[in-house]
């Protein structure tokens, strides 16, 4: 009966408390409205840079206004972002001659809001969508990234313990494909197209032994041997993971001028994986076993560098458009 009691004191007073910052957040930002003669957007879009920092306080002004047109303006189609503005403006009694400069950084902020939404959708779409054998786009795919990866290796038939060669588990890489859909067969022909040379690097490197430095020989008990394919499709969990999870908000927030798109997030997915390379050879594991402890601190490591707002996780490599920045 007491525990019960106390429960239900401490829920009063966490009410209570909670009650009272929401009253104090407001009455602040009344006075500094009154102070400043600018709204919470004005001061938002005014006192911070391009990118994260500014659109991620946006996000959050929008979503926790007790306006519905403010709340609304955060799920409307990207064609009608422009008359949103508008109205945003017409609220809040701004004057977009006076104040144009406004009226531009509230619609590139939006844009990259309902583009990460879209995102999302896009993503999810892909990776719901199984492999289909009977699919021909589906089989050209797959037979590509065969050879972009073993080029000067002619594929026997369709069904081939080569498969295993590249990192998939069996003879058919389609039920390799199953956790992330068509997204992991994508991504892997995407990073063996756009950037060959790691992606050829990488391969080479899943298939060699550990040395083994006390008798300087090949130690076959000792492996550090990775699939290839299969971390791929790993990766692109991972990937997926932080965009459903809203974590590469502050990443694509600071690389895409407006609108995140597929190819951002392709991006992103070749800079993990040259980044779990790296990850891997640093770790040092004794075999393979260790990959889901090793993937689970590299996650940790991305999500740590995805806190800093000005953060911006850029693949190294030309094709890219992005620049590895830490602005």
Known sequence: ??????????????????????????????????FTGRCEL??????????????????????????????????????????????????????????????ISLQASLLQIVGYR???????????????????????MLMKLWKELRPDTPLTSRISKQWCEIGFQGSDPKTDFRGMGLLGLHNLLYFAEH??????????????????????????????????AIVGINITDLTYSLLVSGALKTHLYNVAPEMPSLLHFQQTFCYLMQEFHRFWIEEDPSDIMEFSRVRSK?????????????????????ASDLHLVNL
């Open 298 to 318: 590299f996650h940790r490591r991305i999500l740590r560098q995805l806190k800093n707002p000005d953060m911006a996780l850029c693949p190294h490599f030309s």
């Open 195 to 228: 950037d060959k040379a790691t992606a050829l690097q990488m391969l080479h490197d899943s298939l060699q032994p550990k040395h083994n430095k006390t008798c300087f020989c090949f130690c076959p008990f000792a492996s550090s041997r990775f699939s290839f």
């Open 118 to 140: 879209s995102l999302v959708a896009e993503v999810e779409k892909l990776r719901r969508e199984p492999y289909d054998c009977e699919n021909p786009e589906n089989e050209k």
């Open 1 to 34: 009966m007491n525990k019960h009691f106390l429960l239900m004191r401490r829920m009063v007073t966490q009410f209570f408390v909670f009650l009272y910052c929401k009253l104090l957040w407001r009455g602040l930002k009344f006075v500094a409205r009154k």
């Open 42 to 103: 004005q001061r938002i879009c005014y006192n911070n840079k391009h990118g994260a920092r500014r659109t991620l306080k946006i996000e959050s002004s929008l979503r926790y206004s007790k306006n519905e047109l403010l709340q609304s303006s955060l799920s409307v189609h990207p064609d009608k972002v422009e008359k949103t503005i508008d109205n945003i403006m017409a609220l809040k009694r701004i004057n977009p001659d006076t104040n144009p400069q406004l009226g």
